[in-house]
């Protein structure tokens, strides 16, 4: 059974930092792409970064460069999102996705993920 379990968030002040790891199991991950995404209350599910099978290529939301970093560790098939200087705009679901093609670039598009973990709550008081 495929699982993408999501940890790490909570509530933090304006300008602190979260650490997010998404555990897979279930498959090889190793040679897919993988992404994180966001769901703000009231909004629609976006992308905030994705990175390639080993890590090589890495791409972000415009709203997020220079803040967050996405990471993966194949070895312990475990992808990280680093969260810096975080703002209330940054309050949201954050999910793990794991994309449907190995060895692609990794997409901003949620139809590229195949399979998606249940989320975890960041809050950033305003």
């Known amino acids: 059974q495929v699982q993408l379990v999501e940890s790490g968030g909570g509530l933090v002040q304006a300008g602190g930092s979260l650490r997010l790891s998404c555990a897979l199991s279930g498959r090889t991950f190793s040679i897919y792409p993988m992404g994180w995404f966001r769901q703000a209350p009231g909004k629609e599910r976006e992308f905030v970064a994705g990175?390639?099978?080993?890590?090589?290529?890495?791409v972000y939301a415009d709203s997020v460069k220079g803040r967050l970093a996405i990471s993966r560790d194949n070895a312990k098939n475990t992808v990280s999102l680093q969260m810096n200087s975080l703002k209330p705009e940054d309050t949201g679901v954050y999910y793990c996705?794991?994309?449907?093609?190995?060895?692609?670039?990794?997409?901003?598009?949620?139809?590229?993920?195949?399979?998606w973990g249940q989320g975890t709550q960041v809050t950033v008081p305003s």
């Open positions: 990175v390639n099978w080993n890590g090589d290529i890495t």
């Open positions: 996705a794991a994309g449907r093609a190995p060895y692609a670039s990794p997409s901003r598009l949620q139809p590229d993920y195949r399979y």
